[in-house]
């Protein structure tokens, strides 16, 4: 009898030993077994891990771009950021439930790579591998010293998701990232973008908008109007007819309005404050002085987002909104530009008020109305508003150049500043401004109706 209860307890504890071990296994390969919506405390989904490794690519990007020569041009790298914002949130919305991808909301998007549901993905590192792959592909000034180094942090960031990770988990997912940064670059080649000049010739009519001194340098960008935008919204978007109707009448409202662009934004009339804001709006100075466009705006975008303890998935479709308008509002922008043809000032004020006067900052070459920068701006201002609500908000954006970070009470007196900047750069007139930020809120509203993510988020 005790011999038969040996045997029974020696095949219990076999069979003991052989369910421990296979658990044993079954945790460390955990990943092939599982599907996504079972994922382990290693591979948590987009709305539980943290956006550090996004904030920290977006700065190290910003900082690479500081002494560039020749700077970006802002339309180019708006660009570049607006599919960069959307191919980062499709390396991460597998992972989100509910979630579902911008290809079935975006204009001629394609559907984006899927990953193996029978698999568990770290979406950090999915992350990780997509921005490092889309900065350089879609970067095009970038140096042999800056794709070294992109490499290098997308390694260091590859080898710190080690420590909580298992290393087929990151090598599948960073694969992932990479396919939807391919998949990405590959839809942007058809997009007709350019910013060269078409056969475009200034009008002849009083109102009209001619080269601008010191320099006079013909119009550019006239084409950005035919480059396929993310939304349907902004094939067809019309812009309402400048606000104030044109006149050489010392009375009259528009001679009032450029009489003020001419006290607050001369080169020897703008005061010392209002010229600092000018420059900070502008991001003047060049390369070791001001930020690149976009870097600016993204950097607001960034701050917003850590004021708000964004995790990963919200920071991923926040950049990709935010994107959507760094397109599709200059597209907007630019063709009303050339539809309406409109006068600057320096031009108006020259013949009407002060025929040796200068704007404190230089005109770009092209029509004024509506306005370049807020075009930028107001959107993306206003799809934070969406997101966040009218908050407080920090810019520091120039804070590694000594100057103090600049508070607001809220994103909306942000936009307003920066819509003023341009008035005290003596470039635009205030209605034109007021105008555009209206515009710009428009599109705002059409990029946040955009639904990407479920209900319970």
């Not at 309402?240 to 009448?249: G, I, L, M, N």
Request: negative net charge; contains cysteine.
């Amino acid at each position: 009898m005790k011999s038969k209860f040996s045997l029974r307890g020696k095949i219990a504890s076999t069979f003991l030993m052989l369910f421990l071990f296979s658990l044993l296994y079954s945790c460390q390969e955990l990943d092939q077994l599982l599907p996504n919506s079972q994922t382990p405390s290693n591979a948590q989904t987009p709305s539980m891990e943290k956006a550090d490794i996004v904030y920290e690519w977006y700065n190290f990007m910003e900082v690479r771009q500081r002494n560039v020569t020749p700077q970006p041009a802002p339309f180019t790298a708006g660009r570049a950021y607006a599919y960069i914002g959307v191919g980062l949130f499709e390396s991460v919305q597998p992972g989100i439930p509910g979630g579902s991808s911008f290809s079935s909301k975006l204009y001629q998007m394609p559907a984006m790579p899927k990953p193996d549901n029978s698999k568990v993905y770290s979406w950090q590192a999915s992350a990780n591998a997509a921005l490092a792959s889309m900065f350089k592909q879609f970067l095009t000034n970038l140096s042999v010293d800056d794709i070294e180094s992109i490499d290098a942090k997308e390694l260091a960031n590859y080898n710190d998701l080690k420590s909580t990770t298992p290393e087929n988990v990151l090598e599948r997912s960073a694969a992932f990232g990479r396919s939807v940064a391919d998949a990405i670059f590959q839809w942007s080649g058809s997009d007709n973008y350019s910013v060269t000049s078409g056969t475009y010739i200034p009008l002849s009519q009083p109102w009209a908008w001619i080269p601008t001194p010191p320099n006079f340098a013909s119009a550019i960008a006239d084409n950005l109007q035919y480059s396929r935008p993310f939304l349907k919204y902004t094939l067809n978007s019309t812009v309402p007819p400048v606000p104030v109707a044109y006149s050489d009448d010392s009375s009259s409202e528009f001679y009032k309005a450029a009489k003020e662009t001419h006290d607050l934004g001369g080169t020897m009339t703008a005061t010392d404050a209002d010229k600092a804001t000018a420059n900070w709006w502008a991001d003047a100075g060049g390369p070791g002085l001001g930020i690149p466009a976009p870097y600016h705006y993204l950097s607001v975008v960034t701050s917003v987002l850590k004021s708000q303890n964004a995790g990963l998935w919200k920071a991923a479709e926040v950049y990709a909104k935010t994107g959507i308008a760094l397109k599709d509002g200059p597209i907007n922008t630019f063709r009303a530009k050339y539809h309406y043809n409109f006068i600057r000032p320096i031009t108006y004020i020259r013949k009407n008020i002060d025929s040796d006067w200068l704007s404190h900052l230089g005109n770009p070459p092209y029509p004024e109305y509506p306005s370049g920068l807020v075009g930028f701006y107001s959107p993306v201002i206003q799809v934070l508003i969406k997101e966040f609500g009218d908050i407080p908000a920090t810019d520091d954006s120039y804070t590694w150049r000594g100057l103090p970070a600049r508070q607001f009470s809220s994103l909306s007196q942000m936009l307003k500043e920066a819509s003023d900047s341009r008035i005290y750069a003596g470039i635009h007139y205030r209605f034109t401004q007021d105008a555009s930020i209206e515009i710009g809120v428009q599109l705002g509203n059409e990029i946040d109706k955009i639904r990407v993510v479920g209900p319970e988020y």
